[in-house]
C-alpha cells in the first residue's frame, strides 16, 4: 500500500509543496474517487496545459474577450470532466452495493466467514465496486484489519449505501452476531432507497432540464449575435459603466441555475 501511494503521490518537492495547500488536498480526493492514477502536480499541469491551448485558439480570433473565454474554459474543462467521473463513478458503487450485499449473503448462509465470503464473490461484482472488493482484499494480504480496509473503502468510495454496509459490518465485528440478516435488512432498505431516488429524477426532470435551457440560452443567443454583429455584442464591455450590465447578467443566469438546482436537488 505504501509503495502505491508513493508511486501515485510522488516524492518530488513540488507535489509536496502542493499537497500541503487545499488545492492539492482537493485535487487528490477527487483523483482519488474518479480512480485517475496521476498525481495533483500532473493533472494540475493538464489544466494549465488545456487552459493555454484555449487561450491560443481564441487568441486566433484577435478578440480579447473570446481569448479570455476559451482560456478560462478550457483550463476547468479537466476538473469537470474529473468531477463528472468521480461522482458517476460513486453513483455507479452505490447502486452495486445492492448486488454485492446478495452475493455476500448467499455466501454467508453458505458457512463463509466475512472474509471468504468477500474473495469467494469479488470475482462475480461488476466495476467499480469489483476493484473496489479487491483492493480492500489486497489491503488485508498486506496485513490490515477488515474494519480498516473498510472504512478506506469507505472514504474512497463516499457512497451511503455503501456506509451502511461497512457500519452493519463494523458492529458484528466488535461483539459478533449472525450478520447476514443484518445485510439482507440492509439490502432491501438500499433498494428502496434507489426506487424512490429514480421516481425523484422522473419527476424532476422537466424543472431540472428547465434550469440547463435558462442558463444557456443567454450565453448561446449572445454568441451568435457577436457571430453576425460583433460591433452590437461589443458595445456592452465599452469602458464606464455600461460593464456593470453583462457582470450583473452572468451573475443572475447564475443565481437562478443554482436556485433551480437546489430546488429540484431532493436528498433520500
Known amino acids: 500500500m505504501e509503495e502505491k501511494e508513493e508511486r501515485i503521490w510522488g516524492p518530488e518537492p513540488l507535489q509536496l509543496l502542493l499537497m500541503r495547500t487545499a488545492l492539492g488536498k482537493n485535487l487528490a480526493k477527487w483523483l482519488s474517487l474518479a480512480n485517475w492514477s496521476i498525481t495533483p502536480t500532473e493533472f494540475l499541469l ?59 449473503v448467499g455466501a454467508l448462509r453458505a458457512g463463509f466467514g466475512i472474509n471468504h465470503a468477500l474473495e469467494s464473490i469479488a470475482p462475480q461484482l461488476p466495476s467499480p465496486i469489483k476493484e473496489e472488493i479487491e483492493l480492500v482484499l489486497r489491503s488485508m494480504r498486506l496485513g490490515l484489519a477488515l474494519p480498516e480496509a473498510l472504512d478506506r473503502m469507505a472514504k474512497r468510495v463516499q457512497s451511503d449505501e455503501l456506509d451502511m454496509m461497512v457500519v452493519a459490518i463494523h458492529v458484528q465485528y466488535d461483539v459478533g452476531g449472525n450478520l447476514a440478516p443484518i445485510l439482507e435488512n440492509i439490502s432491501h432498505t438500499i433498494r428502496d432507497r434507489l426506487r424512490l431516488k429514480r421516481e425523484i429524477n422522473i419527476l424532476t426532470a422537466q424543472q431540472r432540464m428547465s434550469g440547463y435551457i435558462l442558463a444557456v440560452l443567454p450565453v448561446a443567443l449572445a454568441a451568435i449575435m457577436y457571430a453576425l454583429n460583433p460591433d452590437y455584442i461589443m458595445r456592452l464591455f465599452a469602458p464606464g459603466w455600461v460593464r456593470i450590465l453583462p457582470i450583473t447578467a452572468v451573475l443572475m443566469i447564475f443565481m437562478g441555475f443554482m436556485v433551480i438546482r437546489k430546488i429540484v436537488q431532493i436528498h433520500v
Do not use: D, N
Open 46 to 104: 493538464l489544466m494549465i496545459l488545456s487552459g493555454l491551448l484555449g487561450a491560443a485558439v481564441g487568441l486566433l480570433q484577435r478578440s480579447p474577450l473570446i481569448l479570455v473565454a476559451l482560456g478560462v474554459t478550457a483550463f476547468f474543462m479537466p476538473y469537470l470532466y474529473m468531477r463528472h467521473s468521480a461522482q458517476k463513478r460513486r453513483q455507479a458503487a452505490g447502486v452495486q452495493v445492492a448486488e454485492l450485499l446478495q452475493f455476500l
